[in-house]
């Protein structure tokens, strides 16, 4: 089929009824998607056809590079770094602000952290909404100032820019409020897109499982893995992946703004959640290792504690908060230079006892209810709401202890989102006999 014959309507047809699309025809819809030829609507049906007849592995190959190609690739050879470049992705969870404390604090041992994150994705929070939370941070740097904010404070990180993998952007978007994160190939190649035309050495990959994440099991979480590290291998990029547990919020604090807060108290030693530490050092371990700045996992560890116990990591932080536009006082005033929601009030269980279970994606659609998360496009972001000291599993919670801080809007909203944490914790008078397995489930590479 000639490019200049093809319609969108026939390739969405093809791939509804399980057809695999060949090279030319990939290519066809990337430059679509880049190019606003092909309408938002048929975007969506594209994805929802690929959701439900998936995609060959040639066929996730193909979608990548094409991705990659509708932009710019960065070249760091020229910007005479003395170190690697490598990053680390999430695949999304509630609570997950692990990117925040992971690019500073891996910088603070030597490498260089490029970051291109984005914004929220279904229910999960998004690492561009949490930054676009702080007073004047730039997330949407032009290349030129993302290098020279890489080269010269270790990492940096900014949203996706009309010059990498711009295809990708808009298909993210679309994807967001279309029920169609959970594909396997798409995930694969929105991820792999921007970390290759971001010109990595080297990535790390943090997939999810559980029920607050978009791989409900370990099965699912372990074909997203290896879907991506045979993708990038084929683009010359070296991965490793950790499969880590969502069946409970990550760290106390969900949200835009309370996550912010929670890194600031993270990287200061102020506080530290256990679970939430856990993976922070097993991706911190994986990306010193893969790069050479350690031999083996206990000498990284000894490097992780120095630079976040010596204060070099949240110097980082600092610097590159000031860098791209923030404060200058950021770790020392934080609060002053993030939103503060106009309504705080706890969410009591129904009754007193032990927390059992968490219905994770649920507490996630509670956020974006909040306004904190998206439910079409062009909705805007209240940065200020969230929920804070968030119970975790096996925590007694009673008139003392709430299930969490509900920060609103208003009160209307705050009644609605404590009525839902109520049937989002399950709770028992019997305390649980067994806590949950670690956090972290697998690592494969």
Known sequence: MMTEQMLPQELIRKKRDGGALSPDEIAFFVRGLADGSISSEQVSAMAMAIYFNTMTFAEIGELTRAMVASGHTIDWSHQGLD??????????????????????????CGAYVPMISGPALGHTGGTLDKLDSVTNYKTSLDLESFREVVKSVGCAIIGQTEELAPADKRFYAIRDVTATVESIPLITASILSKKIAAGLDALVMDVKIGNGAFMQTLADAEQLADSIINTAAEAGLPVRATITDMSAVLGRNAGNAVEIMETIDYLTGTYRDERLQDVVTALAIDMLCMIGLADEPESAERQINAAL????????FAKMVSA?????????????????????????????????HINVREVGNIIVALGGGRKRVEDKIDYSVGLTDVAGIGVRVDADKPIAYVHARDEDSAEQAIEGLRHAFSVSEEKLHQLPASVICERLA
């Open 83 to 108: 170190g690697v470049v490598i990053d680390k992705h999430s695949t999304g969870g509630v609570g997950d602000k692990v990117s925040l404390m992971l690019a500073p604090l891996v910088a603070a």
């Open 309 to 316: 116990d010596g204060g070099k990591a949240a110097e980082i």
């Open 324 to 356: 791209q536009g923030g404060p200058h006082d950021f770790i020392e005033s934080a609060a002053q230079h993030l939103p503060q929601a106009a309504v705080k009030k706890p969410a009591y269980a129904k009754d007193a006892g032990f927390v059992t």
